[in-house]
């Protein structure tokens, strides 16, 4: 699976768009632009994937450049329970079983 | 509430004694995974079954062993831990073939060896 590069951390106001980007310039056609979130000593949540179109659901919206070597994902009016990592994977179709983690961005929601 | 449970959530215990660790799910999931995560480290995947035969072992020392009965229950078996092994350990499931690829995630058994 490709490899993805995220900020380390980010700060965003409460209330404000949050907008959280990933690099992945060496994805293959094949594979998902998937994103999931880990709030403090919990199992990960999923939120949102995609492969080339923009996508949306009550969580999140993810847009993937046309060349799809970067997305971001866009949480629209953040909270405080929108306080987590929040992790970018690439990984193939919907068959593979392996999904791998980085070490994601810690985002932090300021009152 | 994820429809994954994992039991028990907090387990102690001496590097030679035996414990499990517990995960079950109702999802009608035919793929489940253990996933381990250390203090300040990303997850690291450890196991995953598919259709309860093992697919994915990512070179787990056998002082970790796993077990899927059904496709409803997955045990983590642990024996002579070493404290380096206290972590986090996740458990997930996925639709596996023909699903969406997004795994359900147990809230985790946090293990202390010492």
């Known amino acids: 699976d490709a490899k993805t590069t995220q900020p380390t951390s980010m700060d965003c106001a409460e209330g404000r768009a949050a907008n959280l980007p990933c690099n992945h310039s060496?994805?293959?056609?094949?594979?998902?632009v998937y994103w999931y979130r880990q709030i403090h000593s919990q199992g990960p949540q999923y939120i949102i994937h995609?492969?080339?179109n923009n996508e949306t659901n009550e969580m999140a919206s993810l847009i993937i450049t046309e060349d799809r070597k970067s997305s971001t994902l866009i949480l629209p009016h953040a909270t405080l329970r929108d306080t987590a990592v929040y992790y970018c994977i690439v990984r193939v179709g919907f068959g593979n079983e392996k999904l791998t983690f980085g070490t994601g961005t810690r985002l932090t929601i300021i009152p | 509430e994820t429809g994954v449970t994992q039991t028990p959530r907090h387990l102690v215990m001496g590097m030679t004694n035996k414990k499990s660790l517990k995960c079950e799910q109702h999802?009608?999931?035919?793929?489940m995974y253990w996933y381990k995560q250390s203090a300040k480290k990303p997850l690291e995947l450890m196991f995953v079954y598919s259709y309860e035969k093992l697919s994915i072992n990512e070179s787990v020392p056998s002082r970790f062993s796993p077990e899927c009965p059904n496709s409803s229950h997955l045990f983590l078996h642990l024996h002579t831990l070493q404290p380096e092994d206290s972590a986090l350990y996740l458990c997930a499931s996925s639709l596996g073939q023909g699903g969406t690829g997004e795994l359900f995630f147990g809230e985790g058994s946090r293990l202390t060896v010492l």
């Open positions: 060496t994805i293959s056609g094949n594979e998902y």
């Open positions: 999802l009608g999931h035919n793929a």
């Open positions: 995609g492969l080339k």
